[in-house]
């Protein structure tokens, strides 16, 4: 084993992982949560109908961008790092990238109309929230600079 194959081995096991880790909070975690703030806060319970939406959108956009990345390792893995098929998984991490920030801003919204509802403060959140989308536009960025020369790669062959 050399050591491309051995770094891009180790990547794939941190991205199953990860995969792994984002299948149990949907399965096990966020049902719970809800549940508990349904009946610890009953009169805005139908406040978590878009936040469950989101986070579950969030997790299958996720998902899709952690099974890309490990499209592209293996593309790495068999020497065909500069191929359409490469490209075509930078596109699709860079779309679930957009989606994710999408859903992010869905949620910051349904935040601020809960805060008008109950007239709590949700400064943190919020901020939290926009930590998300500056690591996820980073991320689109990244993958827009590594598409730009392998596009052009592609089109001088």
């Known amino acids: 084993m050399n050591v491309k194959q051995g770094s891009t081995t180790f990547l794939k096991v941190i991205i199953f992982l990860i995969g792994i880790a984002v299948f149990a909070l949907c399965i096990f975690w966020l049902p ?22 989101c986070a579950y959108g969030f997790s299958i956009t996720f998902s899709v961008a952690l099974y890309q990345a490990f499209k592209l390792l293996t593309y790495i893995e068999m020497n065909n790092a500069f191929s359409e098929l490469s ?13 994710v920030i999408f859903l992010i801003l869905l949620g910051i919204v349904s935040l601020k109309v809960l805060v008008k509802v109950t007239g709590d403060d949700a400064a943190g959140p919020i901020s939290l929230c926009l930590m998300g989308i500056l690591a996820t536009s980073i991320i689109a960025a990244i993958i827009s600079v590594l598409q730009k020369p ?8």
């Open 32 to 53: 719970e949560i809800a549940i508990k703030d349904a009946k610890v806060h009953p009169d805005t319970a139908y406040f978590l109908i878009p936040f469950i939406v």
């Open 87 to 99: 490209l075509k998984s930078l596109k699709v991490i860079k779309k679930c990238a957009f989606t």
């Open 150 to 157: 392998l596009k052009n790669f592609l089109d001088k062959k």
